[in-house]
């Protein structure tokens, strides 16, 4: 089993900055995909940022491109969503998951580990 845990979110102005982070503890060399995902009330929850652990270039979801940066910190088992110039629609629920090989999609149906989520609400 994995467990993830966040923190990070809050409240924030349009144009502000945030930095979530998702510490995983447990079976973790058994994950190859990590990422972000979010879900504002009465919609589905959507990827937002995520990564390969092998490699390769993150995917990023087109309304957050050039504003948000996913990273992770292997020694500390720490995933990052780094978030610039939020806005109002950026507000929802973040969660953290991951998942074992095979993996890599955006859909959040194909994640098996989540987090509990952190709150992130942008006020313009």
């Known amino acids: 089993q994995v467990q993830l845990v966040e923190s990070g979110g809050g409240s924030v102005q349009a144009g502000g900055s945030l930095r979530l982070s998702c510490a995983a503890s447990?079976?973790?060399?058994?994950?190859?995909?990590v990422g972000w995902f979010r879900q504002a009330p009465g919609k589905e929850r959507e990827g937002v940022a995520l990564?390969?652990?092998?490699?390769?270039?993150?995917y990023y979801a087109e309304s957050v491109k050039g504003r948000f940066t996913i990273s992770r910190d292997n020694a500390k088992n720490t995933l990052y969503l780094q978030m610039n110039s939020l806005k109002p629609e950026d507000t929802a629920m973040y969660y953290c998951?991951?998942?074992?090989?095979?993996?890599?999609?955006?859909?959040?149906?194909?994640?098996?580990?989540w987090g509990q989520g952190t709150q992130v609400a942008v006020s313009s």
């Open positions: 447990g079976y973790t060399a058994t994950i190859s995909c």
């Open positions: 990564i390969y652990i092998g490699g390769g270039r993150p």
């Open positions: 998951a991951a998942d074992s090989p095979p993996c890599g999609t955006s859909n959040w149906r194909d994640y098996n580990y």
